[in-house]
């Protein structure tokens, strides 16, 4: 950005600086099996969502390959939502 002073011709330089802190987290446990499942025979495990960063942020979870055939078969709650800092879900 630049700016001008009122009464003056020169323009100023405004420059910015700032830190950026990305969000960082985890699932525990890391990995979900679920072995072998009979279809129409629902299975439930709960992983958590850690929050390890010390910022805020919004997380939006979804299985990419899930619903492409006639009904989605992965349900997850909540699906999205804002974690606080340090939190777990």
Known sequence: ???KLEGSTE??????KGHVIAPTFKFDPPILDFGEV???FPK????KLINT???SFRFNLRIPEDGKFDHKEFEIHPA???IN????R
Not at 11 to 16: D, K, S, T, V
């Open 38 to 40: 009979s279809f129409s």
């Open 85 to 88: 800092k340090d939190e777990e």
């Open 53 to 55: 960063s010390p910022v």
């Open 80 to 82: 999205r939502d804002v």
């Open 1 to 3: 950005f630049r700016f």
């Open 11 to 16: 323009l100023i330089p405004l420059r910015f």
């Open 44 to 47: 439930m495990q709960t992983i």
